[in-house]
């Protein structure tokens, strides 16, 4: 495949944005652990096992999502998530 320097560097920049966001989702969470705490009136324990099962949708979603980017296609596979998280 020919590809021209352009385009690399757009799907670099593109691939380094995403994956910052994704940081940035995750990061978010631990800094509001003792305001969640205060507000729900939960030990820290009980916010760390809510940490956790915020995370476990991306663990459990990422080896389907895997075998189908395997199957048809990594970009079918990218324009049928971006589609259904629109839904």
């Known amino acids: 495949m020919n590809l021209k320097n352009g385009y690399r560097w757009n799907i670099l920049g593109l ?7 994704f940081g940035v989702i ?5 800094p509001l652990i003792r305001i969640l705490v205060n507000v729900l009136n939960i030990s820290y324990a009980k916010a760390g ?3 956790g099962i ?3 949708p991306s663990i459990f979603l990422s ?3 895997g075998m189908l980017a395997d199957r048809y296609g990594p ?9 259904l998280s629109d839904r």
């Open 75 to 83: 970009k079918k596979a990218g324009v049928a998530s971006l589609w």
């Open 63 to 65: 080896l389907p999502s």
């Open 15 to 21: 691939a380094t944005f995403c994956l910052l966001t």
């Open 54 to 56: 915020f995370t476990l």
């Open 49 to 51: 096992a809510l940490m």
């Open 26 to 30: 995750f990061q978010g969470i631990p």
